[in-house]
């Protein structure tokens, strides 16, 4: 069973991510004050470029410190949830929950030389093959620090369109 570390938030491109206790996820839309929900996101233009809401094991973020000297310090990695104890490449095509929100891990989430240049570090390689996750909401709802991530293995993902059906 994992547990999510830390909820971050970006107004828009560029802009510092925020550490937040709590954020409102809207399905089929991310979390409410981030710039992918808000549609002022880098790849906001091209929404085959991004889904709801990222997600990455802070056991990635220690690997690409101790492999490659990289150090991301919370929220630089510009992934919206840290999760510890978190198989995220195990949830690709997976519906699961954060609290009481209801996800479904799309691709993983790669990461790309625009984080080299907001972090002044070789962060994309540093964190490649352990980026984490997208995920898309299906049910909306409250997303905290120290919520559990479950998986739910009730319906396979891939028979749920956004709306949860």
């Not at 570390?5 to 802009?15: F, P, T």
């Not at 310090?73 to 840290?82: D, K, W």
């Not at 993983?108 to 898309?136: F, H, M």
Request: hydrophobic fraction near 40%; glycine fraction near 12%; include cysteine.
């Amino acid at each position: 069973m994992g547990q999510v570390v830390g909820v971050y938030l970006a107004d828009s491109a560029g802009r510092p991510m925020r550490s937040v206790e709590s954020a409102v996820a809207v399905a089929g839309q991310g979390l409410l004050g981030d710039r992918y929900q808000a549609g002022t996101g880098e790849w906001s233009y091209d929404r085959k470029m991004y889904d709801d809401v990222t997600l990455i094991a802070v056991e990635a973020l220690a690997a690409a410190d101790a492999q490659h000297a990289v150090q991301l310090a919370a929220g630089a990695s510009r992934r919206n949830v840290e999760t510890r104890g978190v198989d995220l490449d195990a949830l690709v095509g997976v519906r699961f929950r954060v609290g009481e929100v209801e996800l479904r891990g799309e691709r993983p989430c790669e990461p790309c030389r625009y984080l080299d240049a907001v972090t002044g570090q070789p962060a994309k390689t540093a964190l490649q093959g352990r980026g984490g996750l997208r995920a898309t909401v299906l049910r909306g709802g409250q997303l905290r620090v120290g919520d559990r991530v479950v998986v739910n293995p009730a319906q396979p993902a891939a028979q749920l369109d956004v709306t949860g059906r």
